[in-house]
């Protein structure tokens, strides 16, 4: 699978709030529900086919560490600009809004 597509997912999803809040209504559930992470997995793969939750925890790994600066560096390719605007309309910060997406696309989930 592929860690790049898995970033441009996690853009995908954190410039989308609704495709946000849908994942991560299902995130939320995978600690509870065991049938939430197969939900979850569904999910990203009608999104990319090309992407595993796995692949979106890693990405979700390489969020939890960088500063802001460095999260514009790491990631140079993907719309930062609109994801900061969303998430500037949504109250948060860009690299806590990024992060809240990778959550949604993983969670605790590994398959």
Do not use: K, Q
Not at 74 to 88: F, G, Q
């Amino acid at each position: 699978m592929s860690t790049e597509a898995a970033r441009r997912l996690v853009f995908r999803v954190a410039s989308d709030p609704a495709l946000l809040r849908r994942l991560a209504t299902v995130a939320d559930r995978g600690e509870t529900d065991p049938t939430a992470c197969a939900e979850l997995a569904r999910m990203v793969a009608e999104l990319d086919p090309h992407v595993s939750i796995r692949d979106c925890r890693e990405v979700r790994e390489e969020l939890e560490a960088p500063g802001h600066d460095a999260y514009r560096s790491t990631y140079p390719t993907l719309d930062h600009d609109l994801v900061a605007r969303t998430a500037t309309s949504a109250g948060m910060d860009a690299l806590a809004w990024v992060r809240r997406a990778a959550y949604a696309t993983a969670n605790v989930c590994s398959a």
